[in-house]
């Protein structure tokens, strides 16, 4: 691992200070929907394709052109510094994520062995893919997620903590070892190293389905990552809903109490996942640590959402309670294996009382706890809904990296429910949750 980060030093650059550029972005409203009727590129990841983080699956050992930036995220003006790691000469290609017709990314610049990236006018917020290219060399992805200002529909949080965890690039993360076992783990991973996989971390199916969808409605999108939640109590201040994609599992105790704060001042949480919030981690400087669970601590990630993690390993039929946002598809539908690879339940937590949306088919002769989505209205008003399965954004592209895979219907009817909850975050009209499971403590 040390020869690795060696290395990478060796044939990158020097970190490059943050310094300030004139640029101005349209953020007045509309100005996603703006955006996304620029020409997209459909050849964006044409070079690239989709290889899961090695947590699920060993990648196979090729010659590649990697890198990674000195910084997650950036805004207007701020400078990034790249390593590479493969190759001195190389080209990137700097690709915005969204809908773009349906082509999901537009091509902002190219640029030649760039030693840095400058966030300028041409660069407005969002998530955006870094495209490595050398002679000779696979190509892979560098994610940057540049962050805005003023109000907004919504605040998305890309979930670089959890990323960084699974992470395998140079042999060790939070999980595994370079022997591929649990009990050589590190106990502590940098951010100073690619991504493994295909140098996107999670994003690709975690999290850009959840993006495309968001981007075509229409919201206006303040995009940062979940080191910006950690940093900043003021981070959701000028949102009205915070999203969060189909894993963001490591949380610090900082980006626990500011999800808290915000849901308590009424701004609503909407999570596209599942075993969200379980660990803590820690930051310092460059590297995290830690795994310990919430509710190792007395603060089970129920208190917040409503309902946690219980099952690893399941794949379940969901039933729909016929209750919006699942009334959408009809009554008593059911979506084919979403609940799993990991899910979530109420049952036998402590917490606010919630409405069950959906929940897991079981057979007769099935005993314990029930998957299930919930949902609830907190003494603020705000609305905080947990869809309880970590499967839910990479099914609708049928992209999970555990090998479960979702056949169209399956896919149409998630994008659906999906769209449904989107337009509530776009009109602010949540409906009062109906209480099945009442306040445990």
Request: aromatic content about 10%; overall charge positive.
């Amino acid at each position: 691992m040390k020869f690795l980060l060696v290395l990478a030093l060796l044939l990158g650059l020097s970190p490059v200070p943050a310094q300030a550029t004139a640029c101005s972005w349209d953020q007045n409203p509309g100005w996603v929907q703006r955006e996304n009727l620029k020409k997209g590129d459909v050849k964006w990841d044409a070079d690239v394709p989709l290889r899961f983080s090695a947590d699920f699956t060993r990648r196979k050992e090729v010659p590649r052109i990697e890198g990674y930036l000195s910084s997650a995220s950036a805004t207007c003006g701020e400078t990034v510094s790249l390593t590479t790691v493969g190759s001195t000469k190389f080209q990137v290609e700097i690709y915005r994520m969204g809908y773009y017709k349906n082509t999901g990314a537009r091509l902002i610049r190219t640029l030649a062995s760039p030693k840095s990236i400058t966030v300028d006018s041409k660069m407005v917020p969002g998530q955006y893919l870094l495209k490595l290219r050398s002679l000779k060399r696979a190509s892979t992805f560098v994610p940057l997620v540049i962050t805005g200002s003023g109000a907004n529909d919504l605040t998305f949080v890309s979930s670089v903590l959890t990323w960084q965890s699974y992470n395998q690039w140079g042999g060790e993360s939070l999980y595994k070892g370079a022997d591929g076992n649990r009990e050589t783990a590190a106990s502590v991973v940098s951010f100073d190293r690619p991504y493994d996989g295909d140098g996107s971390g999670q994003f690709r199916y975690m999290e850009q389905p959840l993006i495309t969808l968001m981007e075509k409605a229409g919201l206006d999108i303040n995009y940062i990552t979940d080191l910006e939640v950690d940093s900043n109590p003021e981070v959701f201040a000028q949102t009205r809903s915070i999203v969060l994609g189909g894993h963001s599992e490591y949380w610090t105790r900082s980006m626990r109490q500011h999800f808290e704060n915000a849901v308590a001042t009424g701004t609503n949480l909407i999570v596209f996942g599942g075993n969200t919030g379980y660990a803590i981690t820690e930051i310092k400087e460059r590297e995290i640590s830690g795994r310990t669970p919430y509710r190792e601590i007395g603060q089970p990630e129920s208190l917040l959402l409503g309902s946690q993690y219980f099952a690893l390993g399941i794949r379940k039929d969901l039933v729909s309670s016929n209750v919006w946002p699942f009334s959408v598809l009809g009554i008593d539908a059911q979506i084919k294996g979403i609940y799993g690879y990991e899910a979530d339940t109420a049952m036998g937590t402590v917490g606010p009382g919630v409405q069950v949306l959906a929940r897991a088919v079981i057979s007769p002769t099935e005993k314990g706890f029930v998957a299930m989505s919930t949902y609830y209205s907190a003494p603020s008003g705000a609305a905080v809904m947990n869809m309880g399965t970590n499967g839910w954004v990479c099914a609708m592209s049928n992209r999970c990296p555990w090998g479960y895979t979702f056949d169209l219907q399956a896919q149409k009817q998630i994008q659906k429910v999906t769209e449904a909850v989107l337009k509530a975050v776009k009109t602010a009209k949540w409906p009062v949750a109906q209480i099945d499971i009442p306040t445990r403590s």
